[in-house]
């Protein structure tokens, strides 16, 4: 079975600003950029969260040659399910499924509405 990729994913993390020590910016891995992937919600419903916001639960399914993801890094992800394009997610857990017939990462996702 080959997943089908209908989707690009660029990784960005928080780095301290260069000019100012107090200031921090999410700047683009440059291994993590424009890479083909899967996204799927979890449900169609979104959840409420603890601070009254809501929210949305995606799944990105990724080849397993692209590691070094972490918890907290922000993705952006082109031609997602529902037509939009460029919508900005959070990486909330990454697990590692690189054994078996079909190996690959699992990255949950979860996107803030407004």
């Known amino acids: ?5 209908t ?5 960005k ?12 910016g999410y700047v683009s891995i440059t ?3 424009g890479i083909s992937c899967n996204v799927q919600p979890v449900s169609s419903n979104p959840a409420e969260m603890s ?4 929210s949305k639960s995606h799944i990105l399914y990724l080849s ?3 590691s070094g993801i972490r918890e907290g ?16 997610l959070t990486v909330d857990g990454v697990e590692d499924w690189s054994k078996g017939p ?12 407004k």
Do not use: C, W
Request: a negative charge.
């Open 64 to 66: 397993p040659t692209y």
């Open 51 to 54: 601070t009254g916001m809501f």
């Open 73 to 88: 890094y922000r993705v952006t992800i082109s031609g997602l399910y529902d037509g939009e394009l460029n919508r900005t």
């Open 13 to 24: 993390k928080l780095q301290p600003d260069n000019a100012d020590a107090d200031k921090e």
């Open 31 to 33: 291994n993590l950029t």
């Open 1 to 5: 079975m080959i997943p089908i990729n």
């Open 7 to 11: 989707h690009r994913a660029t990784f």
């Open 102 to 113: 079909l190996p690959h990462y699992e990255i949950n996702l979860s996107e803030q509405l």
